[in-house]
């Protein structure tokens, strides 16, 4: 049975990478060791951890006075320690745009000497749009102002960047890096899990423009900036492995046509689904036409019963992880770089059958 999987996170990678490193795996390079067994030190490690900066920076475009950090502690870690980093002191700003969001809103508050401010939220309409900021609400005097630029549960995204004057803009761009055509230079800092477009768990992205590094040491090393980057991410053992699967999938998000190329594939996805959505008399998805994710794609019969009941004979008929998030329920469909255009047209056939039989 062919197996389609939806999830969100960690999510589908491409067969081609999986392939490569099975095909690398118990001799890497002729060295008779697997990456895994390689010293983070040695010369054929450092060949890896390079290039895997080198693709991302050609990949999306980081000028020189951008660092590249292969971090641990997930998406989640950098909630705290981007407060801490950047904004010891000075107010923090923060638009709330979901679940997510939210997330990064309670871990910056409970960062001594922060003070976190939100300027914007759609909570009055449960999170279906990205709220309009003018520059006018921005503190000028902020340390930055954070954004989610997808909301991997509410399935919502920017179609264009807040103005935010002076104030550098921080973004989590988990789920939808490689997926958007923002510009770096945009942004003071941005940082993804590499779980969904980038690679497997286990390392995070944090791209920070240079003047944004830390002056004054942090009292943990391992959460400093500064020291991160003098050490080129190698102050301890990195992700070594989970670097090297990213490394892969930078080389393949490039003969795909790089960024570029997958914006367009995702699109087409996205479009397949959300058209049939629309059509659609017993599926809804409710986000802001202007802000639909094409990411992440959630979507309701408005009967619970019946939406388990779909995901029920999803699963059978080899749709895996289409279940929505358990804080929303209903069904969502992640759509990632790697997922084929076929498992959405099998998708989107399976819920025509299903709704001439149920709806
Ligand atoms: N931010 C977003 C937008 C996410 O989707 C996720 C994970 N689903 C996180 C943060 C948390 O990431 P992690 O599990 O890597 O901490």
Redesign the pocket.
Known sequence: MIVYNFS??PAVLPKEVLQKAQAEFLNYAGSEMSVMELSHRSSLYDQIIKEAEHLLRELMAIPDNYHVLFLQ???????SIIPLNLAQGKKALYINTGA?SK??ISAAEQVPGVEVEVIATSEDQNFTYVPEVTVDQIDQEAAYVHI?T????GGVTYDKLPQTGEVPLVA?M??NILANDFKVTDFGLIYA?A??NLGP?GV?LVIIRDDLLNKEPIFAPMLDFALQAKNRSLYNTPPTYAIYIMKLVLEWVKAQGGVQGMIEKDQAKAQLLYQAIDRSKLFSNPVAINNRSITNIPFVTGDEKLDQLFNKEALVAGFQNLKGHRSVGGMRASLYNAFPYEGVEALVDFMQAFEQKYG
């Open positions: 969100a996170g502690g997930g998406a989640s870690l950098q909630f997510w997330k990064a989610t997808n909301e991997t549960i989590d988990s789920s899990g779980q969904k768990s995070t």
